[in-house]
Nanobody
Framework: QVQLVESGGGLVQAGGSLSISCAAS????????MGWFRQAPGKEREFVAA????????FYADSMKGRFTVSRDIAKNTVYLQMNSLKPEDTAVYYC????????????????WGQGTQVTVSS
């Protein structure tokens, strides 16, 4: 399995920006895609964005398009999520995850998960 460690969460005002990152262990040759998910209290984990490791193809949930940008640095084995125009409803724990075989918006397709990083957007 790939070990994943998120960082960069915090408190930001509505309309502000925040970037979070996810550092993966060196075994990324076995990873097809990296995904970002989030989970707010009392809600199910939802898909945010994903990027394929080799080609860099990007996918977003509709509500994040135009506000969030996912990217990766192959040399650093790191995936980033740049979040702009943040809203209070973006408040959640954000998780990165690695999928070995295919990209999906379903959490079930992902094999490895980070511990999560809290993002809080104040109104």
């Amino acid at each position: 399995q790939v070990q994943l460690v998120e960082s960069g969460g915090g408190l930001v005002q509505a309309g502000g920006s925040l970037s979070i990152s996810c550092a993966a262990s060196a075994r990324t040759f076995s990873t097809y895609a990296m995904g970002w998910f989030r989970q707010a209290p009392g809600k199910e984990r939802e898909f945010v964005a994903a990027i394929t490791w080799s080609s860099g193809s990007r996918f977003y949930a509709d509500s994040m398009k135009g506000r969030f940008t996912v990217s990766r640095d192959i040399a650093k084995n790191t995936v980033y999520l740049q979040m702009n125009s943040l809203k209070p409803e973006d408040t959640a724990v954000y998780y990165c995850a690695a999928a070995r075989t295919y990209y999906s918006i379903s959490p079930n397709a992902y094999d490895s998960w980070g511990q999560g990083t809290q993002v809080t957007v104040s109104s």
